[in-house]
Nanobody
Framework: QVHLVESGGGSVSAGESLRLSCAAS????????MGWFRQAPGKDREVVAR???????DYADAVKGRFTISRDSAKNTVALEMNALKPEDTAVYYC????????????WGPGTQVTVSS
């Protein structure tokens, strides 16, 4: 059974950094794609970064060059390193998983709040 739990959110000032972590039980990274998504107040949820079962990654244009997704197979965790944070990065951040070749992300964590003040 897949279970995802995020941690590491908080409140920071613009320009600072945060590292989010997702504890992913029941997930074999060789068989699952992992993703970080976010939802700001009044907006739709959007993809931030994805790491595929192959190890490949992609990023939303808004975070390219500032955010990095990584995984640790020994600890079964997925991280999102966020640098040079901007107020527009303020959102609830979610970790998600989908089986490889799957059409959509089926498994979601409860989310963690990130607030960036100017």
């Amino acid at each position: 059974q897949v279970h995802l739990v995020e941690s590491g959110g908080g409140s920071v000032s613009a320009g600072e950094s945060l590292r989010l972590s997702c504890a992913a039980s029941g997930v074999n990274f060789g068989l699952f794609d992992m993703g970080w998504f976010r939802q700001a107040p009044g907006k739709d949820r959007e993809v931030v970064a994805r790491m595929f079962w192959t190890g490949g990654t992609d990023y939303a244009d808004a975070v390219k060059g500032r955010f990095t997704i990584s995984r640790d197979s020994a600890k079964n965790t997925v991280a999102l390193e966020m640098n040079a944070l901007k107020p527009e990065d303020t959102a609830v951040y979610y970790c998600a998983a989908r089986p490889r070749f799957g059409a959509q992300f089926d498994y979601w964590g409860p989310g963690t709040q990130v607030t960036v003040s100017s």
